[in-house]
């Protein structure tokens, strides 16, 4: 019997061991995904008026956010799988913290489709531009030059984009509320 007793200690050492490095890969990805994306929302978009002409404003914006969006894909992937490896491997827990984990993974969701709605909508609006120089006041801002499909799929990228960052906000709200629910009480308040 102890032996038994032993071997599931083990296993369930090896599930929380699981369990803690698919949390911190997951957190880590969205933390990527989320400081890229308010970076690049609150810093570089309005920023780039310093730049006079209006076409390399929007080379510049386009250049940088394609690079970004490579790293913040590939934050969302290693969350999305982390997620997956924490639910297999994560411990039982009661019906509140269930729903708000089912929220939370609700709102990655709604971060992924709009990622990907602005990885497709990036691509069609930089391709209306020769050299990916659609005319830009900020990146917040289409240029007077703008035509109508420019405009359209600029504001859809505005759109999802803060989206995104609304509901990547909500993940990690929802995940440190999860997390606090998931604390001894003698551990809730580190000192």
């Known amino acids: 019997m102890a032996h038994e007793s032993l071997e599931?200690?083990?296993?369930?050492?090896n599930k929380d061991l699981q369990a803690t490095c698919a949390a911190i890969v997951r957190r880590l990805g969205i933390a990527?995904?989320?400081?890229g994306m308010l970076f690049g929302k609150v810093g570089l978009d309005p920023a780039v008026v310093v730049i006079k002409r209006q076409d390399e404003r929007g080379r510049l914006v386009s250049r940088v956010w394609k690079r970004w969006t490579l790293l913040g894909a590939a934050g969302m992937a290693a969350a999305g799988m982390a997620r997956w490896t924490e639910?297999?491997?994560?411990?039982d827990v009661d019906r509140h913290t269930q729903r708000l984990s089912f929220a939370a993974d609700i709102l990655f969701g709604i971060a992924s489709l709009t990622g990907a709605l602005n990885v497709v909508c990036g691509v069609l609006l930089t391709?209306?531009?020769r050299g990916d120089g659609v005319?830009?006041?900020t990146g917040l801002r289409p240029g007077s030059a703008v035509n109508r499909r420019q405009s359209y799929l600029?504001?859809?990228?505005?759109?999802?984009g803060w989206t995104q960052l609304a509901a990547l906000t909500g993940v990690l709200a929802l995940e440190a509320a999860v997390r606090q629910r998931q604390l001894p009480l003698n551990q809730s308040c580190p000192a």
């Open 87 to 91: 639910k297999c491997a994560g411990p």
């Open 32 to 35: 990527a995904v989320f400081g």
């Open 135 to 137: 005319p830009l006041e």
């Open 154 to 160: 600029h504001r859809t990228i505005l759109a999802g």
């Open 8 to 13: 599931r200690q083990a296993v369930r050492r």
């Open 127 to 129: 391709r209306t531009a």
